[in-house]
C-alpha cells in the first residue's frame, strides 16, 4: 500500500517537476505562470491592457497572414458555386435594383427631412461616417462568435462602436487595439440588441443563439400574438449601446419561439463599415456656427434640389415607359376589335345559313308528308270535309298527318 | 517511405513540424467550423499535445506550447492564460500517463485522454462562467469533447508514419 502511494507521489514529482535536456522550464512552473496571467487578465490593469493590445496586433495579422491558403482554398469554392447560379442571381438582381433605386430617392429626402427635423429639435447632431474596414480573422468559432477588424483606436473606434454590413446590423466592437479590433457579431450568445418589431411596434430583446440567428426574448406575453411571421426588427436605440432605426432581420416563428434571421450573413463578410461619430453644432450658439449653419442648410436645400431633380428625371423615364407601353396596347385593341368585327360577319352569315338549312328541313317534311296524307287533307266534292289546297289549313293538316281539327 | 540525410535543412523542419502545426493551428483554428456543419467542432491542439508530451519528442517545447496557449486566447478572445493553462495541463496528464506506463496501449490512451479533455473542458467552462461571466453553451463544449476524442485514434496513426520517418 505504501510503496503504490510512493509511486503515484513519484509518478507525479516526476510530471510535474521532470526536465528533459530540451525543456526549459518545468510544467509546475508553466502552470503557475498561467494561473497568474489569468489572474492579471481578471484585473484589467492599463499595463496589462497596453500589453494586450501589443500582442493582439502582432497575433491578429500573424493569424491573417497564415490563414491565407485555407481562407484562398474556402473562397475558390464559394466561388465556383456563385458562378454556377450567376445568370439566376443576375436577374433577380436586376429586378431588386430597379426597386431599390425608387426607394432609394425616398431614403435619401426622408434622411434629409430627418436631419433638418433634428436639427430643431436639439442643438447639436451626430454626423455618421462610416468607414470601411477589412475582416482580417474569422474564425467561425461555435464558442464565441467575433471577428477581428483592420480598424482601432486610430481611426477613432471606441468600444461600443457600431458595425455594419451595408445598412445592417452586424454587431459592435468590443475590444479596442491600435490597428485592430474584436467586433462581438449578434449571433453571439453575450450579444444583446433592444429591437422594435414592425408591424405593431413591440419592443423586445433579442439575444444571439450561438449559431446564425438569434432569440427574443424579454417580451409581454399579450405582446407576442401581435408578432408575426416575417415581420421586420430593427434596433430600438434604448439603452444607447445601438443606434435607432438600423434594420436588423426578419422575424421567424418555428414552433412558437420566435427567432431572427439576419439581413446579414455573418459568415460571408469580408468587409464591413464602422461607424464613426462626430458630434456637430449647430447655428444657435456662436456667430460662426450660425453661418456654417447658413451654409449647411444651403447645403441641405441643394441636396434636397438635386434629389428631386432626380426623382423628376426618374419620373419622366417612367412616363415615357407608360407613353410607350400605352401606344403599344392601343395598337394591340385596334387589332383585336379588328378581329371581333370579323368573326361577327361570319357568325352572321354562318347564323342565316343555319336558318335557311331549318327552313329547307321544314319544306322537305311537308312534301313527304304531303305525299302520303294529301289524299286525307283535299277536299271533294261529294263529302267537303277537307282543305283547299295550298291554304295553311291544308298544310297543318299534313303536318298533323291527315288529322283533322274536327277528329 | 520518407527518408532524411541528418543535418539536412528540410530535415530540421521536419522534425518541428509538430511546434510548426501547432502554431498554424492556434493561428488558423484549423477546425473545419466553415463547412456550417451543426455541432461539429474539435480541438486539434489538444489531440496533437497530448500525443506529442506522451511521447516525450524532444522537439516539442513546453515553453513553445505555453505561448501558443496565449495565441490561442488572443485569437478566440478568451482571457489571456486559459489555453496556455489548458495546454500545460495536457502536457502534465500526458507525462504522468507516461511515467506509470510501462507498456504503452492505444486504447488506454485513448481513453485516458477522454478523461484528461472532459477534465480541462470542465475547468475551462468553469472558469469562464464564474470569473468571467462568460454565455457559453455548454453543448458545444459536450460535442467538441466528444469529436475531439473521436479523433484521437486517426490522427494517432498519421503521427505514429511521422515518427516512423524520423526514426528511419
Not at chain 2, 461539429?40 to 497530448?50: A, D, E, G, V
Request: glycine share 4%; net charge neutral; charged share 20%.
Amino acid at each position: 500500500m505504501a510503496s503504490s502511494r510512493d509511486d503515484f507521489v513519484i509518478a507525479i514529482r516526476s510530471a510535474f517537476l521532470k526536465k528533459t535536456t530540451k525543456q526549459k522550464f518545468s510544467l509546475l512552473t508553466l502552470i503557475f505562470v498561467s494561473v497568474f496571467i489569468i489572474f492579471l487578465s481578471n484585473l484589467n490593469l492599463k499595463i496589462i491592457k497596453d500589453l494586450r493590445s501589443v500582442i493582439n496586433e502582432i497575433v491578429f495579422r500573424s493569424s491573417f497572414i497564415v490563414s491565407i491558403p485555407e481562407n484562398f482554398l474556402i473562397n475558390s469554392y464559394s466561388k465556383i458555386i456563385e458562378y454556377s447560379s450567376f445568370y439566376n442571381d443576375y436577374e433577380l438582381n436586376k429586378i431588386e435594383l430597379e426597386d431599390l433605386k425608387s426607394k432609394e430617392i425616398s431614403n435619401k429626402i426622408i434622411i434629409s427631412e430627418n436631419k433638418e427635423l433634428k436639427g430643431l429639435i436639439e442643438d447639436y447632431s451626430f454626423s455618421s461616417n462610416k468607414i470601411l474596414a477589412k475582416v482580417i480573422v474569422d474564425h467561425e468559432s461555435p464558442f464565441l462568435k467575433t471577428i477581428i477588424i483592420n480598424k482601432g483606436s486610430f481611426d477613432n473606434l471606441k468600444i461600443g462602436t457600431n458595425i455594419y454590413d451595408k445598412n445592417y446590423l452586424v454587431g459592435r466592437v468590443i475590444d479596442v487595439n491600435f490597428k485592430s479590433s474584436r467586433v462581438l457579431l449578434l449571433s453571439d450568445l453575450n450579444s444583446t440588441v433592444p429591437i422594435s418589431i414592425t408591424p405593431g411596434n413591440v419592443q423586445a430583446i433579442v439575444i444571439g443563439n450561438g449559431k446564425n440567428a438569434g432569440e427574443i426574448k424579454y417580451i409581454k406575453d399579450n405582446l407576442i400574438e401581435d408578432i408575426r411571421d416575417q415581420s421586420m426588427a430593427y434596433t430600438s436605440g434604448t439603452g444607447s449601446i445601438y443606434k435607432s432605426g438600423i434594420p436588423v432581420g426578419k422575424i421567424n416563428n418555428a414552433n412558437n419561439q420566435f427567432l431572427i434571421n439576419f439581413y446579414s450573413d455573418f459568415d460571408q463578410l469580408k468587409y464591413v463599415f464602422v461607424e464613426i461619430d462626430q458630434e456637430q453644432e449647430t447655428a444657435a450658439q456662436t456667430i460662426n456656427n450660425e453661418s456654417i449653419d447658413i451654409v449647411d442648410s444651403a447645403n441641405t436645400e441643394k441636396i434636397k434640389l438635386e434629389i428631386l431633380n432626380e426623382e423628376l428625371k426618374i419620373l419622366n423615364e417612367t412616363n415615357d415607359k407608360f407613353i410607350e407601353e400605352n401606344q403599344f396596347l392601343r395598337s394591340q385593341i385596334n387589332d383585336k376589335s379588328n378581329k371581333v368585327l370579323e368573326l361577327q360577319k361570319k357568325i352572321d352569315s354562318q347564323n342565316k345559313k343555319i336558318s335557311q338549312s331549318i327552313i329547307d328541313q321544314k319544306e322537305l317534311e311537308f312534301l313527304r308528308l304531303n305525299l302520303i296524307y294529301s289524299h286525307k287533307c283535299q277536299t271533294r266534292k261529294l263529302f267537303s270535309t277537307g282543305y283547299k289546297v295550298g291554304t295553311q289549313e291544308y298544310k297543318d293538316c299534313v303536318l298533323r298527318k291527315g288529322k283533322k281539327l274536327n277528329d | 517511405m520518407i527518408k532524411f540525410e541528418q543535418k539536412n535543412y528540410i530535415y530540421k523542419i521536419y522534425t518541428f513540424l509538430p511546434i510548426i502545426i501547432l502554431y498554424i493551428s492556434v493561428l488558423n483554428e484549423f477546425d473545419l467550423n466553415y463547412l456550417n456543419i451543426d455541432y461539429f467542432s474539435f480541438n486539434f491542439p489538444f489531440i496533437l499535445i497530448f500525443y506529442f508530451a506522451l511521447k516525450e519528442y524532444n522537439k516539442f517545447d513546453y515553453l513553445l506550447v505555453f505561448v501558443a496557449g496565449l495565441i490561442n486566447d488572443t485569437v478566440v478572445g478568451l482571457p489571456l492564460g486559459v489555453s496556455s493553462f489548458s495546454y500545460i495541463v495536457v502536457c502534465t496528464f500526458a507525462s504522468y500517463l507516461r511515467n506509470i506506463t510501462i507498456r504503452p496501449h492505444l486504447i488506454k490512451d485513448w481513453f485516458y485522454f477522454l478523461f484528461v479533455i472532459s477534465l480541462i473542458n470542465s475547468i475551462n467552462y468553469s472558469v469562464l462562467f464564474l470569473f468571467f461571466s462568460y454565455d457559453l453553451d455548454i453543448l458545444f463544449y459536450i460535442i467538441n469533447n466528444l469529436f475531439t476524442w473521436l479523433l484521437y485514434v486517426p490522427a494517432t496513426l498519421i503521427f505514429n508514419y511521422y515518427f516512423k520517418a524520423i526514426n528511419d
